[in-house]
């Protein structure tokens, strides 16, 4: 018996003094890392040597495999599982307050910058960056003039092909909340703006058109300003005025004085808000439009519905922090609840969202920060790609209450919503949210809503503007390759027939009598034209100009929060769906949302 014990009592010793021993050769590796204050690494030096509590050991790892920046991390399977933590490391279920206990640790990991001047070591990404390019230029004199020269006029391919008669919804029951996500991360890509000194390239309005030209004056113009831009080994290339990185930048901005202006003054851990007539919190507004990093946010409800929720977001996870580590400093708060919810929006986007827009599995799995990757946005995908979503929009914007009866009390139009902040003002956000989930999206096709296509930005005789050809005409703007020449660069098998392009036979003849041949196709417009494929949302070449950038974005980008965060914590951040964001931010009862706020809830 004496044996026994005197054996039991040997293992638990060796069992106790192991935890450490792995510590030396994960220290040197931190040491040798120069992007790792001092501060980390004395207290993961601390860490290896004793676990000072349940809730706040976390094992490092013996080498790091996610990239070049150290991280916390839940170590190896095997110092894990010697570790008398093992059995938290595995409960199902993750609570606020356990990953609450690394947040004090985390304040010691670099934070990205506003500007992302960290991300890279040759600093690409940064706000104010050219776009790159998947095609060669295709500039009608090989410099700078508009492409497409002998093409149509982008309004009259817009009356010949998009006219819309009628609705016509999605077959997967996806919601509105589908497009508007894609307009909000859109925010956080790129922005473009026009050159100065103006350059105009109007759009002529083709003699008695009926929205634009109803007197028959042959005069009327469509306004058009060129993009922004330098020239690059002589040749003009646009700027991306934001950051390159999915960080969160159409909530914080992407300068210190954009950040600066929306924090609170008071503590400045918080975002500023403001209060609408029924009480809500919402964002605050200079009397014509409302505080955000850009006047976008102001364009139209639903876009001012998710600025305003993770501007929410963001103060709740700043409460929390406040109230659990009261002796962080402001600086420190702010930055752990930027850190948080960018980490949201990463997660939703990716195991969300792009799940619907590609369907399953057609982004590869996360292999780890790539540090030879050159972060950028394609021209390609930011003037025509990612557009696609302009054609799922819906005409009115219902107000829904809590039993998800439509309201008689605010219906508005989405044509006379576009920068009217009143609404937002008196009836707040949430019923908006609840429409966005409520409501069906439309199909992506060649289709386009007169709200937008022939009254965008106000009713006719007033500021009027056609967004297909403004989009049209943006894709001539930069230069942009054809159709065609498009997919030849992507490996793509050309099209030199409409009826190869659809199979839809009042889409082909609508193509053939907007352009001459297959060759002459604008990008933008010989996409929305394409075969469906399966069941997914966009098609071929758009499938593979979005499936390229979005796993560029996410290799790219050494502050990832799948490379920076231990497992523990990557584990939390799926967790927090863009439906728990809603409930916790929202008067929204749980009772009244789907599982997936991307599908209509039936």
């Known amino acids: 018996m004496i044996k026994h ?84 490391f595995k409960k199902p279920t993750i609570q606020p307050m356990h990953i609450f206990s690394l947040l004090p640790k985390l304040v010691y990991l670099q934070f990205r910058h506003i500007d992302a001047s960290n991300n890279h070591p040759d600093r690409l990404g940064m706000s104010d960056t050219f776009f790159s390019r998947l095609t060669p230029v295709a500039y009608s004199d090989g410099k700078d003039t508009l492409a497409g020269a002998s093409r149509k006029n982008p309004r009259e391919i817009s009356n010949i092909v998009f006219a819309q008669q009628g609705l016509v919804p999605n077959r997967n029951w996806f919601s509105s909340f589908l497009w508007q996500w894609g307009q909000f991360i859109d925010h956080d890509l790129t922005h473009t703006h026009t050159h100065t000194p103006a350059e105009y390239a109007h759009i002529s309005i083709p003699y008695g058109d009926r929205w634009f030209d109803p007197y028959n004056t042959w005069n009327i113009v469509m306004p058009f300003s060129r993009s922004a831009y330098a020239y690059l080994q002589g040749k003009r290339e646009q700027i991306n005025t934001i950051t390159t990185f999915l960080d969160g930048s159409m909530v914080y901005g992407s300068s210190d004085k954009e950040a600066a202006r929306l924090r609170q003054r008071n503590g400045l851990w918080k975002m500023k808000i403001w209060y609408a007539e029924n009480g809500e919190s919402i964002l605050p507004d200079s009397g014509r439009e409302f505080i955000a990093w850009d006047t976008r946010s102001s364009e139209q409800p639903g876009l001012t519905a998710m600025h305003t929720l993770f501007v929410r977001e963001h103060n709740y996870w700043a409460d929390r922090i406040k109230k659990a580590y009261p002796k962080l400093s402001g600086n420190e708060i702010y930055a752990l609840a930027r850190d948080i919810v960018t980490a949201e929006i990463q997660s939703i986007t990716y195991r969300e969202y792009l799940p619907l827009i590609l369907w399953k599995r057609a982004i590869s799995a996360y292999a780890g920060y790539n540090s030879s990757l050159k972060p950028t946005i394609y021209n390609e995908f930011s003037t025509a790609a990612f557009r696609f979503w302009h054609t799922q929009l819906t005409p009115e914007l219902l107000r829904i209450d809590s039993k998800w009866i439509e309201s008689s009390e605010w219906h508005l139009s989405l044509a006379r919503s576009f920068f009217d902040i009143s609404h937002v003002k008196k009836y707040g956000v ?32 007033a500021w009027w503007f056609d967004l297909v050809a403004l989009n049209i005409q943006r894709w001539r703007d930069h230069g942009l390759a054809s159709y065609n020449v498009t997919r030849k660069c992507l490996w793509l098998q050309p099209k030199y027939a409409f009826d190869e392009i659809t199979s839809d036979r009042s889409v082909a003849d609508s193509l053939e009598k907007a352009y001459k041949d297959t060759t002459d196709i604008d990008l933008w417009v ?77």
């Not at 069906?440 to 009713?459: E, H």
């Not at 929060?561 to 931010?585: A, C, G, K, M, S």
Request: hydrophobic fraction near 40%.
């Open 5 to 88: 014990i005197f054996w039991s009592i040997c293992v638990a010793v060796v069992f106790w003094f192991s935890l450490p021993v792995f510590s030396q050769s994960y220290t040197d590796t931190v040491r040798k890392n120069p992007y790792v204050s001092s501060k980390y690494k004395a207290i993961q030096a601390q860490l290896a040597k004793k676990a000072t509590s349940k809730n706040q050991y976390i094992a490092p790892r013996a080498q790091q495999k996610r990239g070049d920046i150290p991280t916390y991390d839940s170590a190896s399977k095997h110092s894990v599982q010697n570790s008398r933590m093992y059995k938290d």
């Open 430 to 461: 949430d019923s908006v949210v609840r429409w966005l989930h409520h409501n069906l999206a439309q199909k992506v096709d060649t289709k386009v809503i007169d709200s937008v296509r022939n009254m965008l930005f106000g009713a006719p005789g």
């Open 526 to 602: 010989g996409w929305l034209a394409e075969k469906p494929y399966k069941w997914w949302v966009v098609w071929e070449t758009f499938h593979t100009i979005i499936k390229k950038q979005f796993e560029l974005l996410r290799d790219a980008d050494a502050f990832w929060y799948e490379h920076r965060y231990p497992d523990i914590f990557v584990d939390f951040i799926h967790r927090q769906t863009l439906r728990e964001i809603v409930l916790r931010n929202t008067s929204i009862t749980d009772r009244e949302l789907g599982k997936n706020l991307f599908y209509v809830q039936r």
